[in-house]
């Protein structure tokens, strides 16, 4: 599982299926002993701990893997590492890593492999469990709107949700700084003022500003970047009566969305988190399953 | 568990009860699947270590959480990050932050959260290791005289410590450099010369020289130190005939104990780490029976 | 299992026979719970990640220690850091550290300790898969003719390798940069010309340069090595017919070895690396059963 937009409907549906069925309490355990390694060469809480956790409920045997005592030390690379792996019997990899497609010199290694995040790219995962809350929240996708709102340029996860959005027949609108807009291929929805945007939306996506990824330093403050881009409590009295708000997190209180929203009626932040674990074990059963794996 | 001061007599004495069991070989395993994770935001070898164990001999699942790998890099706060823990699933953290009392942050959190070391604060479970150690070598707390000789000041381990002993009925005096003296409400025993104390109590406590939590240089020298208030060889021999040494490790050895004294016949220091790992699976089980988990 | 200068043809031998029966997927567990732990003081992706697969598939339970964030920081010496572990409870340690026989300062302790790299010592666990990997492909040692090539100086597995190898039988040849050869009492075998030594072995065993315990720069280039000392396609073209290519790893690709060699039909660098695990199985298991823990 690479990019959303390898994913057919049929598969998404199937994903959030058995995700819903793992949130439900369903056991499933291998019917024999299958290694698996998270290879996070970027920080991460929620993606690493939140896999890190499915494998367990799936019974999965977690080999450690840290980066930063590894042999990539001593210049090794992906691809070597990776081969080392499955050489050592490692029978499925989650890998995020700062490089946009990490994965494609990786695509001569027959071992199955999970996109955690991949630079500006994709994070599969975070879009499945995302579609997940939407679908908790709505029963449904088609004609749901939905706004993803703040550093568009920068998010993998925008990226991978508008796709896999517009897909499954939600319409998708953007807003942020305009220096933020990313008018590539992909992302070439409607943008709107954040104040039009957040009147019209059913779905409320705020993004994490991704100071790590910006080649110079954010002109505006951030108390300003809350008043001009952020979700203030005027501007949520103003959403739809049933519309929710998300954030793949982690949270910049006070600047992507008022300190007091966080844990507000409206807010699917941690419920998001919570769904992650169940999305993510239907992840890994599917891409497990695909190599003849088993699961009683 | 978050402070000594918490602790009723009757909590430590069936806390003590539970971990003898556990050092006789006791086994007890859950009723379902627990997921428990150790943060560590200060460096550890035998607390974090002895946890990890603990919740393995107790069957628990360990989730590891390396915070130096973790979005606490892109200023994720500890709220937060307990808060997505929880979420995703987690029913218990052992924390050790810098911060004193850091768990006041956590208050509104309805999770489980074990005191693993906050700041100068409090260090219960080493508490509950030390009366352990204690309790087996005296079989009693009345009466019995302890001395804690070192950097009271910037020790958890004397405030932890002090307070549940004067409880059980134990009389603490301290000695150690005038300036690492705390004057505070809860550390006020009385100070006495190092050779005076020396001679006086059962069990005698060395605290390790806290340079991580110093605002200046020590202003004498290692060697010195020693020699004015460290356990020397001289110094040793006028302990009463069953007086024990404790030292909460790690050891500067050399400083405040001589090299020899280290593994010699009194000393517990060893015997102390041993006791740990029964004394805190006898604090997780605990804090999980009250959130009504069980062990069979 | 610390140098294998102490390893007996027998013990190699036993040892070789377990490794196969676990390579064919002879499963063991032991009769009760052990721990273990993995202590590696330099950075290392392939030993720490087989150690830690090899602990899993023999049912061991791996306390995780990471150096980084423990005690080691504080000033705690390795010898107290082993004896806090064993006081823990763990039954088993594997120790990789920068120190040449490192395992000297613990020989009072009690407790079976498995190197996995000393300095520019030792390195048996990796002669045991190498060892594996030459005797799959051979059937036999005595007689064959093995070429060590490139940092013999620096590398712990020539030096480990080249001891067990003579032991067997075989005969040990030397290639590499003048000033890297080692004339010490160990390793005093016959050097060859690169261009002769590759006409001349069975077993062509490339080593690693190692940057990392150099003194001052190298002061050819690595292109330049390549051509001088390196295993270009043309010297592949000299090899006899069965002659096979080893490499440690991690891999300087272009370096030691030509990039399309390193996955070529008579390199076994990843077979090397699958053998790792059922080697380290085989060690384990010895190491554990000779303090009479047994396996079923």
Redesign the interface.
């Known amino acids: 599982m690479l990019t959303t937009a390898d994913l057919t409907v049929e598969k998404i549906n199937s994903l959030l299926i058995a995700a819903d069925e793992f949130s439900k309490g369903k056991v499933l355990k291998p019917t024999k002993?299958i290694?698996v390694?998270n290879l996070?060469f970027e920080?991460?809480?929620?993606t690493?701990?939140?896999f890190?956790?499915a494998e367990?409920?799936l019974g999965l045997?977690v080999?450690?893997?840290?980066?930063?005592?590894?042999?990539?030390?001593?210049?090794?690379?992906l691809y070597?590492?990776v081969?080392?792996?499955q050489?050592?019997?490692?029978n499925l990899l989650v890998i995020r890593h700062k490089q946009d497609q990490f994965y494609k010199e990786l695509k001569e290694i027959d071992l199955p492999i999970i996109n955690g995040g991949d630079g500006t790219g994709n994070h599969p995962s975070q879009t499945l469990l995302d579609l997940m809350t939407i679908h908790q929240e709505f029963g449904k996708f088609k004609g749901l709107k939905i706004g993803i709102v703040g550093d568009v340029k920068h998010s993998r996860v925008a990226n991978s949700n508008a796709v896999a959005l517009r897909k499954l027949g939600a319409k998708v609108y953007f807003s942020g700084p305009e220096k933020w807009f990313d008018e590539g291929a992909i992302i070439n929805g409607t943008y709107l003022s954040i104040d039009d945007l957040i009147k019209e939306v059913d779905v409320l996506m705020l993004l994490?500003i991704q100071?790590?990824r910006h080649d110079e330093k954010m002109k505006i403050s951030l108390n300003n970047y809350h008043k001009k881009f952020g979700l203030t409590l005027e501007r949520e009295k103003t959403m739809k009566e049933n519309a929710i708000i998300m954030h793949p997190?982690?949270?910049?209180?006070g600047v992507e969305i008022h300190d007091d929203l966080v844990e507000s009626p409206r807010s699917r932040i941690?419920?998001q988190?919570?769904n992650?674990?169940f999305a993510r074990m239907a992840i890994l059963k599917d891409a497990l399953e695909s190599k003849g794996f088993e699961f009683l």
């Open positions: 002993e290694f390694s996070f920080d991460s809480t929620r690493k701990t939140s890190d956790i367990r409920k045997q080999v450690p893997f840290d980066v930063t005592s590894s042999s990539v030390n001593k210049g090794e690379s070597d590492t081969k080392t792996l050489s050592l019997g490692v994490r100071h790590e997190a982690p949270i910049n209180r941690f419920q988190m919570k992650g674990v």
